[in-house]
């Protein structure tokens, strides 16, 4: 189990995510979901360890996460940001190589993980491709693919479906579902409202840096919820959700 307890990261005075405490387990597909600048991407990096929290705790199976190895971290957790800058003009399958680091894995058992994961985030075809000639989409899913080359517990992703057409929107959700089918935590954060009600077993919702729900998608986004957060009202058939007026 990989559990937030407390967690609270600021910078200066400004807290940006403040005592969120929540717990996942195997087996399930998390959303986080949240308004611009409700602190979703902060709470990542923080869970991940990129950023150390200002107060409270990351446990892994028990462990404070923050207090084991780099390596180890890393072999348990994947994080896959919204943007990635790209400093270097790798080419494709070295880059989604770079997931093996963790282990120093270079040997065919390593290459053979590589070729697995090229091809389940759909980039086999790219892999002799540098990075800077693909389109945005294209470069998300490769590096979700570098993220399942390193085959951690923990998989984290930052608005993973943002720069996707239709057609690999739900291809990478039905990939993270079946990876949580596999026992994989997967935690995603999100803002649509639609698609963790299909895809995710529980979710939790942010605003201005606090957690103010959460549960299964029917439990947390409720009236009151959708209305304060969100500014929307539940509606039906082709308009699932209907916008707040001043009316």
Not at 35 to 64: D, E, H
Not at 99 to 120: C, F, T
Not at 133 to 157: D, K, M
Not at 227 to 232: I, K, N, P, T
Request: aromatic fraction near 8%; hydrophobic fraction near 40%; charge should be positive.
């Amino acid at each position: 189990m990989l559990a937030a307890n407390g967690l609270s990261y600021g910078i200066g005075a400004k807290k940006l995510i403040n005592h969120i405490s929540l717990s996942f387990s195997p087996g399930k597909l998390y959303g986080i979901l949240g308004p611009n600048g409700s602190g979703k991407s902060t709470f990542l990096k923080t869970l991940a360890g990129i950023w150390r929290p200002t107060s409270g705790s990351v446990f892994w199976q028990g462990q404070n996460l923050h207090q084991l190895p780099r390596n180890t971290i890393s072999q348990t957790l994947s994080l896959v940001p919204q943007q990635v800058p790209l400093c270097f003009d790798f080419c494709v399958q070295d880059l989604v190589a770079m997931g093996r680091y963790p282990y120093g894995d270079a040997n065919s058992s390593g290459r053979a993980i590589v070729e697995r994961a090229l091809k389940r985030a759909d980039v086999w075809t790219l892999r002799h491709r540098l990075i800077t000639q693909l389109s945005q989409g294209e470069r998300q899913r490769v590096f979700i693919a570098r993220a399942l080359a390193t085959e951690s517990p923990v998989l984290l992703l930052d608005e993973p479906t943002a720069s996707l057409d239709v057609r690999h929107k739900l291809e990478i959700w039905d990939l993270m579902k079946d990876l949580a089918a596999h026992d994989k935590i997967v935690v995603v954060t999100l803002h649509d409202l639609q698609a963790p009600q299909t895809y995710c077993h529980e979710i939790a919702i942010l605003d201005h840096g606090r957690c103010v729900a959460q549960g299964t998608p029917d439990e947390a986004l409720n009236d009151a919820i959708l209305l304060s957060v969100f500014g929307v009202y539940k509606g039906t058939g082709e308009m699932p959700f209907v916008l707040k007026t001043n009316g």
